[in-house]
């Protein structure tokens, strides 16, 4: 089975989040403090804890990368370009946003 097509596991949408970007972002980025593997990429893409807390880091953007093919169709990307679903694109964008510091508000 692809990355792409990793499934939530868990109702709970932060951790269903979570274990998708393990199983799909990790590769990459540092998805998570305890992740078991440290990404493959020399040096790795930000993590998402650093994408979290960029101000410019809203719900609306998160979904709009996520939802788009945000490797071929975004020159300044060097995101691989695959496509993953709402059931996938949900959960990330609430786990993103859980790693928000919480200095910096929610939008």
């Known amino acids: 089975m692809g990355a792409a097509h990793a499934q939530p596991t868990q109702a709970d949408p932060i951790a269903a989040g979570r ?3 393990l199983k799909i972002c990790a590769n990459c980025h540092v998805v998570a403090s305890d992740q078991e593997t440290p990404p493959l990429l020399k040096p790795p893409a930000p ?3 650093e ?3 960029k101000p410019e880091t809203t719900e609306a953007s998160l979904r709009d ?3 788009n093919a945000h490797g ?3 020159r300044s990307s ?3 370009a695959f496509m993953l ?4 694109i949900a959960p990330l964008v609430a786990y993103l946003q859980s790693l928000r510091p919480a200095s ?3 939008r």
């Open 19 to 21: 274990d998708i970007a």
């Open 51 to 53: 994408i979290a807390a």
């Open 78 to 80: 060097k995101m691989p």
């Open 72 to 74: 071929g169709a975004r």
């Open 85 to 88: 679903g709402e059931f996938q």
């Open 104 to 106: 910096t508000p929610p």
């Open 47 to 49: 993590s998402f804890a």
């Open 65 to 67: 990368f996520l939802a």
